[in-house]
């Protein structure tokens, strides 16, 4: 089993939609959990962390249910500026991050 | 800002050559890491370092070493480039406290031809 699994996409959505990204893990040991950002070209940035009670950020909404070892991510209404590839990365300690592939989102006009 | 920066931005160099990748972090941070993304394979870890002088393989050192002599500074060396070393590599630090992000640099795409 993979260590992260991401569905790599692409998911093609239309400015405004609500769209959802799923994540799992394999490492139960895992303590946190975050979403990167990647633009094309550019590094990965921290998009925002995942606590144990879900948190939102804006548009943005993470989930975590370690029992099935899931992590989710929502977007609601998409901007063109969403466009990019989003990383689930488990953590484990200050050094053992693990990333996902990634999943591709374009945001159409 | 925390800055993470990298040498170059792209780099070729010729089979066989040695090559040197440096990084350098502006934020006293303990852990830095070396990793490579291939399209399809995403990011890979290479090599990462929790203290100076101090290093760990991570999961495809082979064809890789690795130089921490200072804590703002963490070295990718590359003994005997080969094409498949072809890449994009990037540099990330971050601190000892458990389960705080990792910033990165900005890439250094590396054509071995």
């Known amino acids: 089993r993979k260590e992260v699994e991401q569905d790599p996409g692409p998911f093609n959505v239309p400015e405004g939609a609500t769209v959802a990204f799923n994540c799992t893990y394999s490492?139960?040991?895992?303590?946190?959990f975050f979403w990167y950002r990647q633009d094309c070209r550019k590094e990965p940035k921290l998009l925002m962390s995942?606590?144990?009670s879900g948190n939102e950020d804006g548009r943005f909404t993470a989930q975590l249910n370690r029992a099935s070892q899931y992590i989710s991510l929502l977007i609601r209404d998409s901007k063109l500026s969403d466009s990019a590839t989003y990383l689930c990365?488990?953590?484990?300690?200050?050094?053992?991050?693990?990333f996902g592939k990634g999943t591709k989102l374009s945001v159409i006009p | 800002d925390v800055k993470v920066t990298q040498s170059s931005r792209y780099l070729v160099k010729r089979t066989g050559e040695k090559v040197f990748l440096e990084c350098v972090q502006d934020?006293?941070?303990?852990?830095m890491f070396w990793y490579r993304q291939d399209p399809g394979l995403g990011l890979r870890l290479i090599y990462f370092?929790?203290?100076?002088?101090?290093?760990e393989k991570g999961d495809i050192p082979e064809g890789y070493s690795v130089s921490r002599e200072k804590k703002e500074r963490f070295s990718l060396i590359l003994e005997s480039a080969s094409t498949n070393q072809t890449s994009m590599y990037l540099c990330?630090?971050?601190?000892?406290?458990?389960?705080?992000?990792?910033?990165f640099g900005q890439g250094t795409r590396l054509t071995v031809v």
């Open positions: 990365v488990p953590q484990m300690g200050s050094y053992q991050l693990t």
């Open positions: 370092s929790y203290d100076v002088k101090m290093k």
């Open positions: 990330a630090s971050s601190s000892e406290l458990a389960n705080t992000e990792a910033f």
């Open positions: 490492n139960s040991a895992s303590q946190s």
């Open positions: 934020m006293d941070h303990e852990n």
């Open positions: 995942v606590y144990s």
